[in-house]
C-alpha cells in the first residue's frame, strides 16, 4: 500500500482536470489559501469535505487520499515470498508480527488474507509453545471467518471454508472439521464433475485452447490429488503391509510414467517417506532404507535447487500457463530452508528404531539434515 498522500493527490488530480486553486476553492465552498494549504500539507480538509472533494475529480475517497484496499496478484506473491523468507530467517514471534501488521495493513484484501492463513498453516509449528501454535492457528481460522462471511467470491469462501476445516484439523477438533465438509465433500456430489462440464462448456463454445489448458491442468491435479490419496491411504492401512504394498508398487509406477520426481519433488518425497514408515512399521528394513533413498533423492532435488518453483515438462507444456494464474503462481508454500529444518523431526519418526543405528541411515541423516555432500 502507497502511503497516504493527499496533497500529492489532489495537486496532481487538479493539474488533471486543468484546474486553478481558486476553482477547486469556488466547487468546494472555502478560500484559496484553503486549498494553498491543503495541497501544502499544512492542513488537511474536513472528513465531512473529503467525499466532495473525490466526487469534484472523479475518483474515489480511497484514491484521492492514496489508500489501496487490495493489492494485485503479483503484489499477493511479493509479500508472501517475503514473510516465507522472514520464518526462515527471523525470530517466530517477529516474522509472526509482520505477518499480522500485514493482515491488518489490508484486512479487507480477501485473497491477501487467505494466503496468510495459508502461510500461518505452513509455519506455526515454528512457534516455541503449544500455547502459541494455538493462538496462531486461532487467528487464521478467525480471518477464514472473515472472509467467509464478507467476500462475495463464491470460489474464495470455498477455499476459506477448506482450509479452516484444515485449521482445526491442527487445533485437534475433528468434529468441527467434519461438520463442515462432510457434505461438501462426498465423493459422489455432483460438484466433483464441474471441471469435466468446465472443459466440455470450453470445446462447445469453440474456446479450444482455453479446453486445452483446462484439461491439461485438471489432468495434472488428478495426478497429484491421487498421489496424495494414496499417502493417506499408507498411513490409514499401515498394519495392512500386503495392501500398502501393492498401493507402493502401483504408485511408484505413477510417478516414474509421469516424471512426477521432477514435476512434484516434495509430493513424491511425502509418498516415498510414508513408504518407508510402513516398511519400518512392519520390520521391512531393506525396504524402508529404499524408500528413504528415494525419499532423499527428492529432498535433495529441493534443497539444491535455486529456486522451489511449481513447474510444467514437455508433456505437461500448458502447464506453467495455469501455474502463473495461481495465487502465489509458481511459488512453493515454503522456503527451502524450512524444508531443511523439519527434516531432522522426520527422521525420528520409531518406525526407523530398527534403523537408525545402521550406518546408511546415520550418513542419509547427516546428508539431510546437516546438508553434507553425499558419499561417492
Same mark, same amino acid.
Given at each position: 500500500?502507497?502511503?497516504?498522500?493527499?496533497?500529492?493527490?489532489?495537486?496532481?488530480?487538479?493539474?488533471?482536470?486543468?484546474?486553478?486553486?481558486?476553482?477547486?476553492?469556488?466547487?468546494?465552498?472555502?478560500?484559496?489559501?484553503?486549498?494553498?494549504?491543503?495541497?501544502?500539507?499544512?492542513?488537511?480538509?474536513?472528513?465531512?469535505?473529503?467525499?466532495?472533494?473525490?466526487?469534484?475529480?472523479?475518483?474515489?475517497?480511497?484514491?484521492?487520499?492514496?489508500?489501496?484496499?487490495?493489492?494485485?496478484?503479483?503484489?499477493? !506473491?511479493?509479500?508472501?515470498?517475503?514473510?516465507?523468507?522472514?520464518?526462515?530467517? #527471523?525470530?517466530?514471534?517477529?516474522?509472526?508480527?509482520?505477518? !499480522?501488521?500485514?493482515?491488518?495493513?489490508?484486512?479487507?484484501?480477501?485473497?491477501?488474507?487467505?494466503?496468510?492463513?495459508?502461510?500461518?498453516?505452513?509455519?506455526?509449528?515454528?512457534?516455541?509453545?503449544?500455547?502459541?501454535?494455538?493462538?496462531?492457528?486461532?487467528?487464521?481460522?478467525?480471518?477464514?471467518?472473515?472472509?467467509?462471511?464478507?467476500?462475495?467470491?463464491?470460489?474464495?469462501?470455498?477455499?476459506?471454508?477448506?482450509?479452516?476445516?484444515?485449521?482445526?484439523?491442527?487445533?485437534?477438533?475433528?468434529?468441527?472439521?467434519?461438520?463442515?465438509?462432510?457434505?461438501?465433500?462426498?465423493?459422489?456430489?455432483?460438484?466433483?464433475?464441474?471441471?469435466?462440464?468446465?472443459?466440455?462448456?470450453?470445446?462447445?463454445?469453440?474456446?479450444?485452447?482455453?479446453?486445452?489448458?483446462?484439461?491439461?491442468?485438471?489432468?495434472?491435479?488428478? #495426478?497429484?490429488?491421487?498421489?496424495?490419496?494414496?499417502?493417506?491411504?499408507?498411513?490409514?492401512?499401515?498394519?495392512?503391509?500386503?495392501?500398502?504394498?501393492?498401493?507402493?508398487?502401483?504408485?511408484?509406477?505413477?510417478?516414474?510414467?509421469?516424471?512426477?520426481?521432477?514435476?512434484?519433488?516434495?509430493?513424491?518425497?511425502?509418498?516415498?517417506?510414508?513408504?518407508?514408515?510402513?516398511?519400518?512399521?512392519?520390520?521391512?528394513?531393506?525396504?524402508?532404507?529404499?524408500?528413504?533413498?528415494?525419499?532423499?533423492?527428492?529432498?535433495?532435488?529441493?534443497?539444491?535447487?535455486?529456486?522451489?518453483?511449481?513447474?510444467?515438462?514437455?508433456?505437461?507444456?500448458?502447464?506453467?500457463?495455469?501455474?502463473?494464474?495461481?495465487?502465489?503462481?509458481?511459488?512453493?508454500?515454503?522456503?527451502?530452508?524450512?524444508?531443511?529444518?523439519?527434516?531432522?523431526?522426520?527422521?525420528?519418526?520409531?518406525?526407523?528404531?530398527?534403523?537408525?543405528?545402521?550406518?546408511?541411515?546415520?550418513?542419509?541423516?547427516?546428508?539431510?539434515?546437516?546438508?553434507?555432500?553425499?558419499?561417492?
Amino acid at each position: 500500500m502507497n502511503k497516504l498522500n493527499l496533497p500529492d493527490n489532489i495537486i496532481r488530480l487538479r493539474h488533471k482536470k486543468k484546474l486553478t486553486q481558486e476553482e477547486v476553492a469556488d466547487f468546494m465552498g472555502v478560500t484559496k489559501a484553503s486549498v494553498s494549504k491543503w495541497e501544502k500539507g499544512i492542513n488537511t480538509p474536513d472528513l465531512l469535505l473529503l467525499p466532495q472533494l473525490a466526487a469534484f475529480f472523479d475518483v474515489t475517497v480511497d484514491e484521492l487520499i492514496g489508500y489501496e484496499a487490495q493489492l494485485s496478484g503479483e503484489q499477493i !506473491r511479493y509479500q508472501y515470498a517475503q514473510l516465507t523468507g522472514d520464518f526462515a530467517a #527471523l525470530p517466530f514471534e517477529e516474522a509472526l508480527e509482520k505477518t !499480522r501488521s500485514l493482515a491488518h495493513k489490508y484486512y479487507a484484501c480477501y485473497p491477501l488474507l487467505l494466503q496468510l492463513c495459508i502461510l500461518y498453516w505452513n509455519h506455526y509449528m515454528l512457534a516455541k509453545t503449544k500455547e502459541t501454535q494455538t493462538f496462531v492457528l486461532q487467528e487464521a481460522v478467525g480471518w477464514c471467518d472473515r472472509i467467509m462471511e464478507n467476500c462475495s467470491d463464491v470460489g474464495l469462501c470455498s477455499d476459506a471454508l477448506v482450509l479452516k476445516a484444515g485449521l482445526y484439523l491442527q487445533l485437534g477438533k475433528a468434529a468441527e472439521a467434519i461438520d463442515l465438509l462432510e457434505f461438501s465433500a462426498e465423493p459422489g456430489r455432483l460438484a466433483g464433475q464441474d471441471g469435466t462440464l468446465l472443459v466440455q462448456a470450453y470445446q462447445v463454445a469453440g474456446q479450444r485452447e482455453k479446453a486445452k489448458s483446462y484439461a491439461q491442468a485438471k489432468y495434472y491435479l488428478d #495426478l497429484v490429488n491421487l498421489t496424495g490419496d494414496a499417502i493417506l491411504s499408507l498411513s490409514l492401512n499401515g498394519d495392512n503391509l500386503e495392501q500398502c504394498e501393492e498401493t507402493i508398487r502401483r504408485v511408484k509406477g505413477i510417478l516414474e510414467l509421469y516424471d512426477l520426481e521432477v514435476l512434484h519433488p516434495n509430493l513424491a518425497a511425502q509418498f516415498y517417506y510414508q513408504s518407508a514408515v510402513v516398511y519400518g512399521m512392519n520390520g521391512k528394513e531393506k525396504e524402508a532404507l529404499g524408500a528413504l533413498r528415494c525419499f532423499e533423492k527428492c529432498v535433495d532435488r529441493l534443497l539444491r535447487a535455486e529456486r522451489i518453483e511449481l513447474h510444467g515438462d514437455d508433456y505437461f507444456d500448458l502447464l506453467n500457463e495455469w501455474i502463473d494464474r495461481q495465487p502465489l503462481g509458481n511459488m512453493a508454500p515454503r522456503d527451502k530452508s524450512f524444508i531443511r529444518q523439519s527434516l531432522e523431526e522426520s527422521l525420528a519418526h520409531p518406525a526407523f528404531d530398527r534403523i537408525k543405528e545402521q550406518n546408511e541411515f546415520q550418513h542419509m541423516a547427516g546428508r539431510l539434515t546437516k546438508g553434507g555432500e553425499k558419499n561417492a
